[in-house]
């Protein structure tokens, strides 16, 4: 069993994890807690953000490629992915799925009518294979599994948390207020990586006619954050231009 440690995880998810390998590794189950590589050096997302520049994005999602997605050539991945959970994961995601360096290679089966065997073949064992088992299991289907065998879950569930993720998520839209609340160092953790965003994209000259002269990364996290759009401020547009 494997867990990438995205260095933005709830401190509950770290906790939960960690106990939960260390029980696992005691029923004799191998465990290994990954820790993000970004150009051959360990990494975290506050030191991702200066190097890419921008702060990460429902449209760029380096973060997750860099922080999440790394590792599994070459083996079969099995996770918990569901359609249910976003209508993106309903059109993209399937019972099984074969990755290659070329994206637009990429082999996914629905449903038991589409042949597996693509899945197995020779050419694709370099691939990175992914099985989610309960792709089509509804939210009660998961719930109703976990308490019929009794399996410990994360504790933010039980608190009210329907999806557990990095915090500060783009994709959390406006849950991500309530998220900052509950856990306000990592609040400061982000203006902080924004700042050193800044002057490195001052250092490359890649600031002017962007955010607003003088900015902060306080006026980043509010950008970041959909509170407004400052006069003068960089758009998304903007930064995929760079």
Known sequence: MQHNHTTADAPETVRFVRQEFARLENLGVKCTINYPVYKGKRTSMWSLIPQKLMPPTRIMRYCCAVLKEQGGNGRFITTGV?????????RDR???EAYTRNKENKIVLKGEEQ????????C???????VNPIV????????????????PVNPLYECGFSRVGCIGCPMASKKR???FRRWPAYEKLYIQAFDR????RRARGKLD??????????DVFRWWMEEDVLPGQISVDDILED
Do not use: C, H
């Not at 965003?197 to 490195?200: I, K, S, T």
């Open 136 to 151: 089509d299991w509804t939210d009660n289907q998961v719930w109703s599994f976990l308490q019929d065998a009794n399996v």
């Open 82 to 90: 569901r359609w249910a959970e976003s209508n993106r994961r309903k």
């Open 209 to 218: 006619g962007s955010w607003m002269t003088g900015g902060t990364g306080q």
């Open 94 to 96: 399937g019972v099984f």
């Open 115 to 122: 042949e597996p065997s693509k899945i197995f073949e020779g």
């Open 124 to 130: 694709k064992v370099a691939a990175k294979r992914v």
């Open 197 to 200: 965003m800044l002057d490195e």
């Open 177 to 179: 207020y309530a998220e």
